[in-house]
Nanobody, 117 residues
Framework: QVQLVESGGGLVQAGGSLRLSCAAS????????MAWFRQAPGKEREFVAR????????RYADSVRGRFTISRDNAKNTVYLQMNSLQPEDTAVYYC??????????WGQGTQVTVSS
């Protein structure tokens, strides 16, 4: 199976940037479709960004498109989420996930991102 560990979260002022990392072990992430989700206080978990395997494309939630970028480094077996122009509404716990079949089967423990105004 796949183990996922997120890191890189923290406290940042509005307009700032953070880069989240998701280190995978057990299997190479090149065999999976990878995604980032987030859950803000009092809200349901929502989709943020996804990197498709076939076709090799990316998809973003409307709320983050143009500000966030998902990428991967297969040599390091790591998925990244570059977050720019952060706003208070981006405050949430961010999770990475790996898709198996029709569902996101593997999940990390999450990393907290807090954006202050």
């Amino acid at each position: 199976q796949v183990q996922l560990v997120e890191s890189g979260g923290g406290l940042v002022q509005a307009g700032g940037s953070l880069r989240l990392s998701c280190a995978a072990s057990g299997r190479t992430i090149s065999n999976y479709e990878m995604a980032w989700f987030r859950q803000a206080p009092g809200k349901e978990r929502e989709f943020v960004a996804r990197m498709y395997w076939s076709p090799s494309t990316t998809r973003y939630a409307d709320s983050v498109r143009g500000r966030f970028t998902i990428s991967r480094d297969n040599a390091k077996n790591t998925v990244y989420l570059q977050m720019n122009s952060l706003q208070p509404e981006d405050t949430a716990v961010y999770y990475c996930a790996a898709r198996v079949g029709e569902s996101y089967y593997y999940w990390g423990q999450g990393t907290q991102v807090t954006v202050s105004s």
